[in-house]
């Protein structure tokens, strides 16, 4: 027997809903769902999208970008659809040509709100030693410390935590690792049972499935680094 060695099927976001609305039983396995269930559907979905960003940190969402300072600026306004800066930054020396492959890149370190708001010498001027992203504004805004100067004007390469893609076009699939579909197919049919007016049992049942295949995703979508114990006892030495 020969074995496909294709990879590529990948569900659009229309039959995701359709595979939803089957999973519901709002329709049989012979029927396509009509455009307004697709249209709620896809509303469903982006709603899923932009609350599951709440669950974590998925290795897909956090992308790398650079950001050039300018003399005398302390705030830089993100992108649109930028969430959050996570992580340290590296700070690169200016006239560095590849920035991928830069020497002597310094790390910066990202602080609080608070430690943004006592710090007294908010004047100082320098190299950027400390970075806080202020999430308050739409888009956030990064402030450095302390404020570049013309001879500070390198770039900083940050890890930034991106939104998912919208889910507008249904001929476009999910920007999610293609494990996610089980758990958004079930999410889209607990959503659709609801607006259906289904019974609560079978509303449960969906939202349970659903529910298992997210913390599953959840474990795998995260970045993998291996893990380290510490253990701490008390001894004589340490009283």
Not at 83 to 105: C, F, R, S, W
């Amino acid at each position: 027997m020969t074995i496909n060695t294709s990879r590529t099927r990948e569900l659009n976001i229309n039959r995701l809903i359709q595979h939803g609305a089957k999973l519901a039983s709002l329709l049989s396995v012979y029927q396509s769902a009509p455009e307004a269930t697709l249209s709620f559907g896809r509303d469903c979905l982006q709603y899923l999208l932009d609350g599951m960003e709440a669950e974590g940190l998925r290795a897909r969402a956090v992308e790398f970008e650079t950001l050039t300072m300018v003399a005398g600026q302390s705030a830089y306004e993100l992108d649109d659809d930028v969430i959050d800066v996570v992580g340290k930054g590296m700070y690169i020396q200016p006239g560095t040509a590849d920035l991928n492959h830069a020497a002597g890149e310094v790390a910066i370190i990202p602080i609080s709100r608070e430690q943004w708001q006592l710090q007294s010498a908010k004047d100082a001027t320098g190299r950027p030693i400390q970075m806080y992203c202020h999430r308050t504004s739409s888009p956030p805004e990064l402030r450095v410390w302390p404020t570049p100067t013309a001879s500070d004007l390198g770039t900083i390469r940050l890890q930034i935590h991106r939104l998912a893609a919208n889910s507008n076009d249904g001929a476009k699939t999910v920007d999610m690792e293609r494990f996610w579909g089980m758990h958004l197919s079930y999410a889209i049919a607990r959503e659709l049972a609801v607006a259906n007016g289904l019974s609560p049992t079978r509303i449960n049942y969906l939202n349970g499935i659903a529910e298992l295949h997210l913390q599953k995703c959840k474990s795998y979508s995260a970045q993998k680094t291996r893990a380290r114990l510490r253990v701490s006892h008390p001894t004589g030495w340490n009283r």
